[in-house]
């Protein structure tokens, strides 16, 4: 690439405008000093120790919390038809494929993306290398609305989450707060226990927040936006070989549910958009559970036993399934857990530290007995093959209406 003449003397021009420098005025840390030039004359001078540890703090007033007692899922109405469920799901504003909007710009990176949006993570190759990248950036402000600090907790795990699920090692993170006034207390402590959610995650499954950034007052005619905590995270890939997506290639493939079985509605797209009803509390993160089954997915997925992975999230079993059928471009025969107790909490609740992953026939007893070994629950869903997806007798509909329904809501709203 060759800039322009112009442009090169004016990017020159701007740069040569302000310079910064870090000048040691003694032989401690306390002596160090942050300076500022403008056009060659410094115009400000000012201690590092002062900027950094001894920088101004709020100590804001805020209070605890309101938070939703328990509901179980048999207070939840259950529908007639799962699969119509599943279809209005996968067509709902939240849950509804992005592609129409990763498609309007280059998601190759130079050529050395290996993984393009619409999976569990993006993934680049590391150029003029053998290792690769992954990103995730997630945040469930309804979770963090009815529970701030279990859904501070959630936003970090589910990262982690899209990470193993890929075969990345998570090794760090960033966060971007936004909030609405922290003048109130009852906003201010949504604020406080968010963090404290987001810290205890980040400790217990090792991506520490690198930096971040936070944006407050976010409100319109006094009413604050969704506590919304986003977090970014990144994870390593030693050899990208190793990598996997969310799609099977074969049929016969079998299909393990990593993770208890689907209990939990509150809070779960199943009540928003079925239900119109947005109560209870968000699923409890478990993170100890979450680092041991995100371990276990990872070593698989490197090892080869693992052919395919994908984390279970918004709308529970039958929305990854789904989705995994559509990137599969196959369907598969599964059995619902739970059939005849909860059927809608087996296929919809969003339970925390589940995946689905994909192993060869031939390694499916392996798979089994070294996930017990390592003390992860895990069990058999069924196989891959056909175009039709049907868990148990609950649902049953093509890969192609499945697709239909998961790709029609961007480009029928931008029309």
Known sequence: MVLDPDKETEAKAVFEKWSLDFATVGQTTNDLRFRVFHQGAEVANLPIKELGDEAPEYDRPWMEPALWGPLPADQVEDVEDHTKALLQLLASPNLSSRRWVWEQYDTLIQGNTLARPGGDAGVIRVDGTDKGL???????????????????????????????????????????LNFG?????????????????????????????????????????GEA???????????LLPE????VTSAWSDAGTALFLVGGDGTHLGQSSYMRTLLSREDGPPPPVDLTTEKRNGDYVRASIRSGTALAAHDLSDGGLAVALAEMCIASNMGADCELPRAEDQPHAALFGEDQGRYIVAVPEKWADYFAVTASDAYVQVQRLGTTGGDILKIGDRVATSVADLRKAHESWFPEAMN
């Open 181 to 221: 006034n922290p003048g109130k207390p009852e906003i201010m402590g949504t604020f406080v226990k968010s963090i404290e959610g987001i810290g205890a995650a980040c400790d217990a499954l090792s991506m520490p927040i690198v930096s971040g950034n936070v944006s407050l007052y976010n409100e319109t005619n």
């Open 225 to 235: 936006i969704l506590p919304t905590p986003t977090i970014a995270a990144v994870g």
């Open 134 to 176: 992954a990103f995730s950036s997630d945040v469930n402000p309804r979770y963090v609305e009815a529970d701030p600090f279990e859904g501070g907790k959630q936003a970090v795990a589910e990262c982690f989450r899209n990470l193993s699920a890929v075969g990345a090692e998570p090794i760090a993170s960033t966060d971007n």
């Open 240 to 243: 990208i070989s190793c990598a």
